[in-house]
T-cell receptor, first 114, second 112 residues
Framework: DTGVSQDPRHKITKRGQNVTFRCDPI?????LYWYRQTLGQGPEFLTY????????KSRLLSDRFSAERPKGSFSTLEIQRTEQGDSAMYLC????????????FGPGTRLTVL | GESVGLHLPTLSVQEGDNSIINCAYS??????FIWYKQESGKGPQFIID?????DKRQGQRVTVLLNKTVKHLSLQIAATQPGDSAVYFC???????????FGKGTKLSVKP
């Protein structure tokens, strides 16, 4: 257990529905990252927060995706009008600011879109 | 462009043998590299990292080697155990804000 928690662990939804995932990072970490991982692939970067500010978004983050970190602690990732191609593991990681970027990952939320 | 990849998708070793997992990267400006272990159904777990000003770093039973000349990274696991069975990813700390760029992964299987 790295100290990063994610909820839910699994989500099955029908195409077109909206889903929201939550990530609770390690409490003293000010950096929070969202990644997506499909079967057999490495995680792909989606977006990054430093405190409450969203500082970077990948091209993978279409306009159906939105992420927030309102108080600089937990974060949510929402996917609107889900598509079957959104099926993946959504991973959250956190790190502290510094020269090293040792990111601690949560267990992930596995999304299945039917 | 930036890319991180692995030479072998699968590796099978006998328990007690040493394992070597390789990784190639293409961004010569990258200055930070990390190895992660991912077990089925879990998130990636940090193993060891290395900065570009080093060519070797050792941890408990693991050693990471960095060859900047050929842009190659390797992870050596000594006395491999069944609990080492997992998918191993190398990652490159190449993003402007520290996001990691992962390769595809190598699946390590340890035979008893």
């Amino acid at each position: 257990d790295t100290g990063v928690s994610q909820d839910p662990r699994h989500k099955i939804t029908k195409r077109g529905q909206n889903v929201t995932f939550r990530c609770d990072p390690i409490s003293e970490h000010n950096r929070l990252y969202w990644y997506r991982q499909t079967l057999g692939q490495g995680p792909e970067f989606l977006t990054y927060f430093q405190n409450e500010a969203q500082l970077e978004k990948s091209r993978l983050l279409s306009d159906r995706f939105s992420a927030e970190r309102p108080k600089g602690s937990f974060s949510t990732l929402e996917i609107q009008r889900t598509e079957q191609g959104d099926s993946a593991m959504y991973l959250c990681a956190s790190s502290s600011q510094g020269a090293r970027n040792e990111q601690f990952f949560g267990p992930g939320t596995r999304l299945t879109v039917l | 462009g930036e890319s991180v990849g692995l030479h072998l998708p699968t590796l099978s070793v006998q328990e007690g043998d040493n394992s070597i997992i390789n990784c190639a990267y293409s961004n010569s400006a990258s200055d930070y590299f990390i190895w992660y272990k991912q077990e089925s159904g879990k998130g990636p777990q940090f193993i060891i990292d290395i900065r570009s000003n080093m060519d070797k770093r050792q941890g408990q039973r693991v050693t990471v080697l960095l060859n900047k000349t050929v842009k190659h990274l390797s992870l050596q696991i000594a006395a491999t155990q069944p609990g080492d069975s997992a998918v191993y990813f190398c990652a490159e700390g190449g993003g402007s804000q520290g996001n990691l760029i992962f390769g595809k992964g190598t699946k390590l299987s340890v035979k008893p």
